[in-house]
């Protein structure tokens, strides 16, 4: 009677490394980063379309302000509407800053040492897209210091009286100084942060380069012009 014969046990394939988590990855971060960046986007255009009511004196841009706290009514409470918008942007904030901060940290890692030629066609915004983050941020900080609470607005913070107080800040010279040079910060972004934003979302391609670099730029200029006219206009007297 002949004897069995044992198999040898089939060796199973090594399962697949288990795959990373959305955020955990590259363009999970890099998305984040673009959605984010566009909901900012879509801030300062209100924002610069707010502010541009200056220019039609105290009581056109004081109801302004007065309505931001009242959107909403009588569905949601005063300044409930406010506050969700402060909420969202905030989460923005945060979310743009961290995937931006994170990225930098992996490319860091990728690459350890520097490179000795850098890319000639790569732009000053490019460049400065780091440090202009930077002074974005703490130009927030010091913006909500200065017009939403007040703690550090020259003179005498006037609640519920924006005209009042912007004229304020802007007929100071470091008032000015500051913010010049975070508008300025705010052009070199959106120009270059717009454009990569399309390029993450998979939106442009070779047909459309011309014309996404044409609105980024157009964008980054209108958005700048539109800011910076206000202090320009308290500096000349055109508003006061």
């Known amino acids: 009677m002949a004897l069995a014969t044992k198999t040898a046990p089939t060796k ?33 255009v209100a924002h610069v379309m707010g502010n541009l009511k200056v220019f039609f004196g105290p009581e056109e841009f004081n109801r302004y302000g007065h309505w931001l706290r009242t959107m909403g009514e009588p569905v949601l409470h005063y300044s409930w509407g406010l506050w969700l918008v402060r909420v969202v942007l905030l989460a923005a904030v945060v979310a743009h800053a961290v995937s931006a ?6 490319d860091i890692k990728a690459r350890p040492t520097a490179y000795v030629h ?6 000053y915004a490019t460049r400065t897209m780091r440090w202009g983050g930077v002074i974005l941020a703490l130009f927030i900080v010091w913006h909500v210091l200065d017009l939403t609470t007040g703690t550090v607005h020259p003179g005498g913070f006037q ?25 300025l910060a705010v052009g070199l972004h959106v120009r270059h942060g717009f454009w990569s934003a399309a390029q993450t979302l998979g939106v442009g391609n070779a047909r459309r380069e011309r014309v996404l670099k044409a609105l980024a730029n157009g964008l980054a200029l209108v958005l700048t012009a539109g800011f910076v006219s206000v202090p320009v206009a308290v500096m000349t007297g055109v508003v006061s």
């Open 12 to 44: 199973r394939p090594p399962s697949p490394p288990r795959s990373r988590g959305f955020w955990a990855s590259t363009i999970g971060k890099k998305t984040v980063m673009a959605v984010s960046g566009l909901i900012m986007l879509g801030y300062l």
């Open 101 to 106: 901060y994170q990225l930098s940290r992996r």
């Open 118 to 123: 850098r890319r000639k066609r790569s732009s």
């Open 159 to 183: 609640e519920g009286r924006p005209y009042e107080n912007v004229v304020d800040t802007f007929s100071t010279w470091y008032g000015n100084v500051i913010y010049l040079v975070a508008m």
